[in-house]
């Protein structure tokens, strides 16, 4: 195991050190401890790193642990001892992801998500481009699945280094008391047969009764309850400002909200490249809850266009400690 001493100014050792203080600053984010984080990415082994590693070494008592600075040692860590000790999505334990104030470009992760209306994908090209992780719709309402989910998930899973599922949903009375249910064993059908996933189911919420929103978000909650009692996941809800506005907002019980909040937010908001982080509200979602930004989408957008993807191109940003947490789950 390389030894990097404090003081180091080596140009292969302040690369190493940086990766350590990224990981160490994104473990501080994730676990919600602040003493965990070196105070700054800049390549130099100086006393707030060696204070953060001791911080880490500490949390975890990794008491056989004398060098944190090797890339690979980097790796085990964040892929074995730190996967334990995330708290879950549903706890009230601190925040996982940063506030927005501390968010710089090097905090997100570039993805897409692909429906049946981009068709084919070239799935290598995606990857060079930069891009890590895909969701892939699978079904909407509780009668159409996508013929394009077959092959985009085959090839997804061949290439990228995350994917997930999302069922495109449609809460509507006329559908009858098990309105969610249906929707469950239908997406539940493809979910199966397409997985396995690295990525949580994802409820897009875009639709709804439009003077009920109580039974909007039963339904959404009613869905995610189901979905993650076969899957053994936390679900992650897609949505938009205008759509919680038009939708799961209006005279929704507090109880209820609470239970929707709980999940993870895939929140789409479209803003130039170098904007960081969304400028809409979140709530009633807290941004610790954000664990994905979809910035792009629009053919009116420049940006919205990715390399192996036909047209325009749904672009995502997915906050690394959920990235992180993600590929340690998967490994």
Request: proline content about 6%; overall charge negative; charged content about 25%.
């Amino acid at each position: 195991m390389r030894d990097v001493s404090r003081g180091s100014s080596l140009p292969a050792d302040r690369e190493i050190i940086r990766e350590a203080q990224l990981s160490l600053d994104s473990a501080a984010a994730f676990i919600g401890n602040p003493l965990i984080s070196p105070g700054g990415v800049d390549g130099l082994y100086g006393p707030k790193t060696e204070a953060a590693k001791g911080a880490y070494n500490a949390f975890f008592c990794l008491q056989d642990i004398r060098n944190l600075l090797s890339a690979a040692t980097v790796q085990h860590l964040l892929m074995g001892t730190w996967r334990d000790a995330v708290p879950s999505p549903h706890s009230t334990a601190p925040g996982s992801l940063r506030a927005p104030s501390l968010v710089t470009a090097d905090y997100w992760i570039e993805g897409v998500d692909v429906s049946g209306w981009q068709d084919r994908v070239y799935w290598e090209s995606v990857y060079k481009a930069g891009n890590r992780a895909a969701y892939i719709k699978l079904t909407e309402d509780d009668d159409y699945t996508s013929k394009d989910a077959i092959h985009q998930t085959a090839g997804a899973r061949d290439v990228m280094d995350l994917i997930g599922p999302y069922h495109k949903a449609d809460p509507a009375k006329r559908d009858g008391p098990r309105d969610a249910g249906k929707e469950i064993s239908h997406f539940m059908k493809a979910y199966d047969r397409l997985g396995p996933w690295s990525l949580p189911p994802a409820y897009d919420a875009e639709s709804g009764e439009k003077n009920d929103d109580e039974y909007n978000v039963e339904h959404l909650v009613d869905w995610c309850d189901g979905v993650e009692a076969r899957t053994g996941e936390t679900c992650m809800v897609y949505t938009a400002a205008w759509a919680i506005n038009l939708y799961l907002k209006r005279g929704v019980s507090r109880e209820l909200l609470n239970r929707m909040r709980s999940r993870w937010l895939w929140f789409a908001d479209y803003h130039k490249p170098s904007v960081l982080y969304p400028k809409d509200s979140l709530t009633p979602w807290d941004y610790d809850r954000l664990a994905i930004w979809q910035f792009a989408g629009s053919a009116k957008q420049a940006h919205s266009k990715v390399p192996g993807i036909k047209g325009t191109a749904d672009r995502n940003r997915i906050a690394r400690p959920f990235f992180d947490s993600m590929v340690a789950r998967a490994a």
